[in-house]
Structures are given as C-alpha cells and as structure tokens.
C-alpha cells in the first residue's frame, strides 16, 4: 500500500521545491549586476518614510547572492540610526547586538558575518522601529519563503503588531506562491531594487 504524503509533508516538499527554484535562479544572475541592485535597494530603503523615521532597524549582512546590504547598513548609519544585526545562536534562534562598523563583524560558524559586540538578547528585535529580513520569496499577502531553518519566524513572532517589517528580496521573488505553515509568520511589505510594495 502507498501512503499519501501528510499535509504537513506536502508543504514542507513545496517549500523545498520554491526555493531550489529561487536559488537557481540566484545562480544565474550575472555578477556585475549584484552591486548594482544591492545600492538600488539600499536607496528604495533608505528613502522609504517608514525606514528614514526609525530610530532602531534591523537589517543582516548579506551573503553570496542575496540582495546586497553592505551599502544599506552603512546608509542607516551614516543617518544615525540604531542598526541590530542577528547573531545565530546554536538552537538557531537569533541574538542581536548593534553595528559599530565593518571591523566590529567576524566570520561565525555559519559562514555568515556577524557583530562582536555585546548580546542584546532575542527580546532585542522587539525594540526596533522597522524590521528588515532575508528571504527568498514573498507572496501577495505577506507570507515569506525562508532558508527552513525557522530563525526569522521565531525573531518576528517577538516584534510587536504594527511594526514595519519588510523582506529584502530581488524583483520576481515578490507575489509568488509560497506554502504555508502554521509557525511561519508573514511580513508588511517587500523590498526590491524597484521599490517598496505593501503586502496583505
């Protein structure tokens, strides 16, 4: 007998479908134009009313293809913003501590570049005025397509309703079908080099 694959199955096979789609597609983008679209979506942020009011973001350091965010984290900075990077703690919920410069980040186990600075704590995320995260696709109504490790989800049922939080995402990755879990929780709007669009 042939057992139908549960639900829950079916979704998680979806996911991993989408995003070895999106990732390929990654692949393919042409070198030179990274930087290029990494200093659009630093200007579309930092001109959106949202992130020029904020006194406290989060944002990450960007890794390998995604949508660059060196010259928007120095651009949030440079306007006197509080910037909150993650740090990956080993259950793979995120800690926070405050950017204080490209000699204040040192490479972690995960191969991502993260801040050396005093641990905030996770609550920390909670205190930010506008939540920029990663992802890899987002749909119409806000639901976010993530790496399936769960860190965001967990950071972003910590920020309180109302604040703007918003995926940084390349053009074609917004308004796709993304399978949904119960744990997953959904984002405002979407940044690509193109602009902001509000979601839900």
Excluded: N
């Excluded at 965010?69 to 651009?75: F, P, V, Y």
């Excluded at 641990?119 to 909670?126: F, M, N, S, Y």
């Excluded at 993530?146 to 965001?152: E, P, V």
Aim: contains cysteine; charged residues 25%.
């Amino acid at each position: 007998m042939v057992l139908s694959p549960s639900p829950r199955d079916a979704t998680r096979a979806a996911k991993t479908a989408l995003r070895d789609q999106v990732l390929a597609a990654r692949r393919g983008l042409p070198l030179a134009d990274l930087g290029v679209h990494g200093a659009q979506l630093a200007d579309v942020l930092l001109q959106h009313e949202e992130v020029r009011r904020a006194a406290t973001v989060t944002a990450y350091v960007s890794i390998g293809r995604e949508p660059g965010t060196a010259r928007l984290i120095e651009g949030l900075a440079a306007a006197g913003k509080r910037v909150l990077l993650p740090v990956v703690l080993p259950d793979l919920d995120l800690d926070w501590a405050a950017y204080e410069g490209d000699a204040s980040l040192a490479s972690s186990s995960y191969g991502l570049l993260e801040p050396t600075g005093r641990r905030l704590g996770t609550d920390a995320v909670a205190t930010a005025d506008a939540v920029l995260v990663p992802g890899l696709a987002v749909s119409d109504r806000g639901h976010r397509l993530g790496r399936g490790g769960g860190c965001y989800d967990r950071a972003l049922g910590r920020v309180p309703v109302g604040t703007f939080t918003c995926v940084m995402l390349y053009d074609g990755e917004v308004g796709r079908d993304v399978p949904v879990e119960p744990h997953d929780r959904p984002v405002l709007a979407a940044a690509t080099p193109s602009g902001v669009r509000l979601l839900r």
